[in-house]
């Protein structure tokens, strides 16, 4: 029975798939809501590390798909969820987060308490410029868009 076993386990080929790059059509699809949105700030509730970011606060200023208020927070995530690990010299600064008043499109996902995650972490902050790209991508397949997206 063991020697059965053992050779079923080695004959399984056990492999793991590497995460698809994210890709802004897979955002907008993907993604409850987006808007285009400036900068106010932040709040760090905890610690700020890799995997615990702070809570970066927007004001609303167009919303180009869902339903969202018209201030929002999201979790500024450092990473597009690849990371297994925190790099080792993660040190958290202000200065790792942007201007005050400066314009971002954000993707938005799954809001949990009012705070708001974006596709694939940092991937989905993209700087305000990209704006007229996004807007070209293709809506098909997108189930969302119909549905609207609040926060929970």
């Known amino acids: ?17 590497p995460m698809e790059p994210a890709s802004l059509q897979q955002g907008k699809a993907q993604s409850q809501a987006i808007v285009l949105a400036e900068y106010l700030g932040y ?4 610690p700020v590390e890799y995997f615990q970011p702070p809570l970066a606060r927007y004001r609303v200023i167009k919303v180009l798909k869902g339903q969202v208020n018209p201030e929002v ?19 958290f600064t202000a200065g790792m987060l942007p201007a005050r008043g400066s314009r971002w499109v954000l993707l938005l996902q799954s809001a949990t308490d009012g705070v708001w995650s974006t596709y694939r972490g940092d991937f989905g902050r993209r700087k305000a410029d990209e704006l007229p790209a996004i807007q070209k991508l293709s809506w098909r397949g997108d189930a969302a868009q119909s549905r609207g997206a609040t926060p929970r």
């Not at 063991?2 to 798939?17: C, G, P, W």
Request: charged residues 15%.
């Open 1 to 17: 029975m063991r020697v059965a076993l053992l050779i079923l386990l080695l004959s399984l080929q056990l492999t793991a798939k």
């Open 43 to 46: 709040t760090a509730p905890r």
């Open 73 to 91: 927070q999201v979790a500024y995530a450092f990473h597009d969820g690849s990371a297994c690990l925190a790099p080792t010299d993660f040190r």
